[in-house]
């Protein structure tokens, strides 16, 4: 079983709809879990960092954690055609690896 | 705050020869600093670990003789790929652990690597 699993898409959403990815991980112990962004042909970008049970808020942006089900989710409101691209889900155990899912990837059409 | 660049952002090299790679945290010192491998529509994959002043710590299947890491000071991680083949064309990616209790990693803009 991959340490993290995401759904590979293609997810299709029409601008200004809520675009909802998810992400499950295996390992009860992880404690940061992290969105990253990634254009094609460029490198990670950070979005949100999540440490406990519930939502996070940033701008257009929620990360949501729930370590009991062991999945951690990313809403992207009012979604614009800039915000396609394809999200990585990144969670830490103990010490600092990251665990990168293969990433969803995210089409907003206008 | 919490940016890394690399360079150079992309090299062509015929097989055969090494390619120096840097990686640099520019407003923060970073103790930790990775090395990944990405190739086309594929994710992530961690190649090492590096801390500054000690040996990098390689996964499973890297070749630490051939991708060598030095990590010599807090701003500063070098990846050499020696005597390259085709099979090492691929996007390579640094991050940069900030510390100090934070745990996010901050990413390189990347180096394209094309091996003729």
């Known amino acids: 079983q991959k340490e993290v699993e995401q759904n590979s898409g293609p997810l299709s959403v029409p601008e200004g709809a809520i675009a909802s990815l998810n992400c499950t991980y295996s390992?009860?112990?992880?404690?940061?879990f992290f969105w990253y962004r990634q254009y094609s042909g460029k490198s990670p970008e950070l979005i949100m960092s999540?440490?406990?049970?519930g939502d996070k808020e940033d701008g257009r942006f929620t990360a949501q954690l729930n370590k009991a089900s062991q999945y951690v989710s990313l809403l992207i409101r009012d979604s614009q055609p800039s915000d396609s691209a394809t999200y990585l889900c990144?969670?830490?155990?103990?010490?600092?690896?990251?665990?990168f899912g293969t990433g969803t990837s995210l089409t907003v059409i206008p | 705050g919490a940016v890394v660049s690399q360079h150079p952002s992309r090299v062509i090299c015929k097989s055969g020869t090494s390619v120096k790679i840097e990686c640099r945290s520019l407003?923060?010192?970073?103790?930790?600093m990775f090395w990944y491998r990405q190739f086309p529509k594929q994710s992530l994959m961690l190649m090492a670990t590096?801390?500054?002043?000690?040996?990098?710590?390689?996964e499973q299947g890297v070749e630490k003789d051939k991708f060598l890491i030095n990590h010599a000071s807090l701003t500063l991680s070098t990846l050499t790929v020696t005597s390259a083949h085709p099979e090492d064309s691929s996007f390579y990616i640094c991050s940069a652990e900030i510390g100090r209790g934070r745990d996010e990693q901050f990413f390189g803009p990347g180096t394209r690597l094309t091996v003729l």
């Open positions: 990144a969670v830490t155990h103990t010490g600092n690896q990251f665990y």
């Open positions: 407003d923060f010192q970073a103790t930790t």
């Open positions: 590096s801390n500054e002043g000690s040996k990098a710590t390689y």
């Open positions: 390992d009860r112990v992880s404690q940061s």
């Open positions: 999540i440490y406990s049970n």
